[in-house]
């Protein structure tokens, strides 16, 4: 039986999804009153609980054999970085050690460290550290920026709006952004590889690009052009939440490439690229009133 906790956002979705479908038994957490498609399906079951409430872990780590965490702060009454990246996942780790969990599934990011100006990214250094300290065995993902979250943000909700796609700078850094559904495949492989046992993942997309060429990607998959605009970096950005905005002009100072070869040769996933990723959320859309249509 596997833990899931995180799986009413997109990536803890996605995993608790594919477990399912492989046959694994799956147990999610969920906040006391809340829903998830897959409840019903069987070998689901669901503990209520919240990262915020010890006992809670401690009662659905029973029984488990692994627990995978996706879960981040979200929008939802008192959440805050502190008492669910911080402190909630200290006490997951604890709840699972006393339960005598044999695997650790942690998601953080390729950003974590303790000297991060970025609260958050502090904060999952912090669990990181916490992390390897236990008896548990563990693996820890350190995925790049996901392409569902930054492509979907920056180039289809503009679209979406009939607005103009806004780059800050000369879009000239380049990152290997990668699409959530290969880190869905690397959780797979890693909960059964002993190769990820007490191993740290870092991971990324195919290839470093520019946003200006996930711009033109776009472009091709939907068969026409993109206006764009480039703004200062510190400008506003339409349609983007401004505690995102320097987010998006960090970007910018810096290039974050992944050389991935050898981790895929060990865990065997094959990446998505930002063609495909682009074709996939072409064909999602042609689906779905052609949000960004095709001429």
């Known amino acids: 039986m596997i833990l899931v906790v995180g799986a009413n956002g997109s990536l803890g979705g996605q995993i608790a999804w594919a477990l399912q479908q492989r046959g694994d038994g799956v147990r999610l957490l969920l906040r006391h009153g809340g829903f998830h498609p897959l409840q019903h399906m069987p070998g689901v079951e669901i503990a209520p609980g919240d990262l915020r409430d010890a006992e809670s872990l401690r ?12 879960a981040s702060v979200s929008k939802t009454g008192g959440d805050s970085i502190e008492n669910v990246d911080l402190a909630g996942n200290l006490n997951l780790i604890a709840a699972a050690e006393a339960a005598a969990v044999q695997h650790f599934v942690f998601t953080s990011t390729l950003s974590a460290s303790e000297q991060s100006p970025v609260p958050l990214f502090r904060v999952k250094a912090e669990v990181e550290r916490a992390l390897r300290g236990s008896r548990m065995a563990h693996t820890i993902l350190q995925p790049n920026a996901f392409m ?33 559904r290969d ?16 191993a740290t993942l870092v991971l990324g997309g195919p290839a470093a690009v520019t946003l200006r060429e996930v711009v033109h ?13 480039n ?17 998006v002009a960090a970007l910018e100072t810096f290039d974050s490439p992944v050389p991935m070869d050898a981790m895929n040769r060990i865990y065997g996933v094959e990446l998505t690229s930002i063609a495909s990723f682009a074709h996939l959320r072409q064909s999602y859309f042609a689906r779905s009133s052609s949000i960004i249509p095709s001429q």
């Not at 800050?168 to 290997?176: E, K, Q, T």
């Not at 880190?183 to 007490?198: E, G, K």
């Open 148 to 180: 569902d979250v930054w492509f979907e943000m920056l180039i289809e909700r503009p679209l979406a709006a009939g607005g103009p796609v806004t780059l800050v700078g000369d879009s000239r850094r380049r990152h290997a952004f990668i699409a959530q």
């Open 217 to 229: 990607a776009y472009e091709l998959a939907g068969g026409r052009p993109i206006d764009v605009q």
């Open 59 to 70: 009662r659905a780590c029973q029984g488990i054999q692994a627990v995978v965490t996706t």
């Open 183 to 198: 880190i869905v495949q690397f959780v797979l492989a890693a909960l059964w590889s002993p190769a990820a046992r007490n």
């Open 231 to 247: 703004v200062p970096p510190g400008s506003p950005i339409p349609g983007v939440p401004e505690p995102v905005w320097p987010l």
